[in-house]
């Protein structure tokens, strides 16, 4: 009768053991999807830089006292499923109101990175697809900063956004038209500020 108590007593011991052990290999296979799961998570911000840091005085090259082009602007960390990105340039220290200096979209990616040249021609679309809208001048295309002399210093607000599809946008597109067709369409959105002053 010992003998067969301890024998008991060492099975159910073993029994223990091995469910001890089975749980701590489910616990620590959970724990490593888990981790995995939250690294693939991760994702970069989207980040822009241009021929001026943010915050920093925008080169007269891009103004309407210089060459009137605009600058060249990278994207990075751009998110996976985007298909184009979209840019309005805007300037709110305009003295009766937010003035527009360019609206663009479908501009194609092809990466995590995106290169928007500098003095892309003021045509309404591109060989590559992109489309270019009118801003506050009337006209279609980039025109840069211009603010009234001994205004004071203005800031001009590069807004980017990562767009999930291909817009189809038809007719006079302003501002107001692109925000309303980007709505519920942006992965991810970036901005840069320039500042300008004519004296």
Known sequence: MILKAQMKNQITSKGVLVI???GLTIYAFFSMSSTKSVQRKEVKQMTI??????GDFIPKKYACEGQDVN???VVSNVPEGAKTIAIICEDP???IRTFVHWVLWNFPVNGSSVKIP?????????????MQGYNDFGKIGYNGPCP?????????HFKVYA???????????TKKELEKALSGKVLAQAEIIGLYERK
């Not at 500098?118 to 992109?130: M, R, S």
């Not at 002399?149 to 800031?155: I, L, S």
């Not at 599809?165 to 597109?173: A, D």
């Open 71 to 73: 600058p060249e602007i």
């Open 93 to 95: 220290d305009a003295p």
């Open 163 to 173: 767009v999930n599809n291909v817009l189809e946008l038809k007719g006079k597109i």
């Open 20 to 22: 001890l052990i089975l």
């Open 49 to 54: 830089s241009s021929a001026f840091k943010d």
């Open 118 to 130: 500098e003095g892309i021609k003021k045509l309404e679309k591109l060989p590559d697809g992109t």
């Open 148 to 156: 009234p002399k001994g205004h004071g210093v203005h800031h001009y």
